[in-house]
């Protein structure tokens, strides 16, 4: 079981910055893929962004240049640094990770970008 914590959701103005970061705790030993993802309202989730246990990174086209994802080992968390943020990222952002192939979702944090 794995359980997962979200932060640094919030409200900020268009072409501004954000931080997320998500934690993860419990009975594994080592976690494999750790990303992003988001779900606007109306509208499917989606992949914004994802980290390997190597370091392999992936992202969605529409966050290439704007968003960074990153990791640390250690503390089996994961980042995403988001910049240039427009009203079209707005959304509900959840933390994903995998564990011997099985994924475990965070609960979302709100980010709303005005305009």
């Known amino acids: 079981q794995v359980q997962l914590v979200e932060s640094g959701g919030g409200l900020v103005q268009a072409g501004g910055s954000l931080r997320l970061s998500c934690g993860a705790s419990g009975n594994f030993f080592q976690i494999g893929v750790m990303g992003w993802y988001r779900q606007a309202p109306g509208a499917q989730r989606e992949l914004v962004a994802t980290?390997?246990?190597?370091?392999?990174?992936t992202y969605a086209d529409s966050v290439k240049g704007r968003f960074t994802i990153s990791r640390d080992f250690a503390k089996n968390a994961v980042y995403l640094q988001m910049n240039s943020l427009t009203s079209e990222d707005t959304a509900v952002y959840y933390c994903?990770?995998?564990?011997?192939?099985?994924?475990?979702w965070g609960q979302g944090t709100q980010v709303t970008v005005s305009s």
């Open positions: 980290i390997t246990s190597v370091g392999r990174t």
């Open positions: 994903y990770v995998e564990v011997r192939y099985i994924g475990s």
